[in-house]
T-cell receptor, first 113, second 114 residues
Framework: DAKTTQPNSMESNEEEPVHLPCNHSTISGTDYIHWYRQLPSQGPEYVIHGLTSNVNNRMASLAIAEDRKSSTLILHRATLRDAAVYYCILSFSYGGATNKLIFGTGTLLAVQP | GAVVSQHPSWVICKSGTSVKIECRSLDFQATTMFWYRQFPKQSLMLMATSNEGSKATYEQGVEKDKFLINHASLTLSTLTVTSAHPEDSSFYIC??????????FGPGTRLTVL
């Protein structure tokens, strides 16, 4: 499985944008880039995913480098409820089957009021 | 979005007993579900893939006779921790994909073995 590298922790101030980086230099052409987050004592929550183009949804934006070796999750205005561990995961999907997700250590985001 | 539930949310048991954890997809069907384990301050570790109508696929190092998985229907998978010991105490989480590549996770089950 292709590996991702994320900073162990980051800090942000409330209502400011947050850019969470992820390096995946060994990504293959069919790997999707997924982001999940986990609040304390809860199951992970899907945030966003993409293949090549930048993606936006109501939670966040995903910016993918042209060579796909890195990506950035963007929270446009951090709130205290965004404090969580954010996981960047590569997943290969073929023929409609769902591939397993292998979690790395993630980035612990702290949001200061 | 899709909802996955787990039951119970927490359980305390004596060493040597077996514990069953249920994972249900509430508003979609799932032929595949996944089981994870998470120790304090660690990341999620994939234990096994639960397949409806066939045997589960276990990750390397996970004892299939200790962690029994049954995918009874398209909306239910169960994980039974047999002869539980204190080192099995952990946070157990399941996930299921409504469609394609996105997975939705249950809220987790906290198991404490005394």
């Amino acid at each position: 499985d292709a590996k991702t590298t994320q900073p162990n922790s980051m800090e942000s101030n409330e209502e400011e944008p947050v850019h969470l980086p992820c390096n995946h230099s060994t990504i293959s052409g069919t790997d999707y880039i997924h982001w999940y987050r986990q609040l304390p004592s809860q199951g992970p929550e899907y945030v966003i995913h993409g293949l090549t183009s930048n993606v936006n949804n109501r939670m966040a934006s995903l910016a993918i480098a042209e060579d796909r070796k890195s990506s950035t999750l963007i929270l446009h205005r951090a709130t205290l409820r965004d404090a969580a561990v954010y996981y960047c995961i590569l997943s290969f999907s073929y023929g409609g089957a769902t591939n397993k997700l292998i979690f790395g250590t993630g980035t612990l985001l702290a949001v200061q009021p | 979005g899709a909802v996955v539930s787990q039951h119970p949310s927490w359980v305390i048991c004596k060493s040597g007993t077996s514990v069953k954890i249920e994972c249900r997809s509430l508003d979609f069907q799932a032929t595949t579900m996944f089981w994870y384990r998470q120790f304090p301050k660690q990341s999620l570790m994939l234990m096994a893939t639960s397949n409806e109508g066939s045997k589960a696929t276990y990750e390397q190092g996970v004892e299939k006779d200790k962690f029994l998985i049954n995918h009874a229907s398209l909306t239910l998978s169960t994980l039974t921790v047999t002869s539980a010991h204190p080192e099995d105490s952990s946070f157990y989480i399941c996930s299921a994909p409504p469609a394609g590549d996105t997975q939705y996770f249950g809220p987790g089950t906290r198991l404490t073995v005394l």
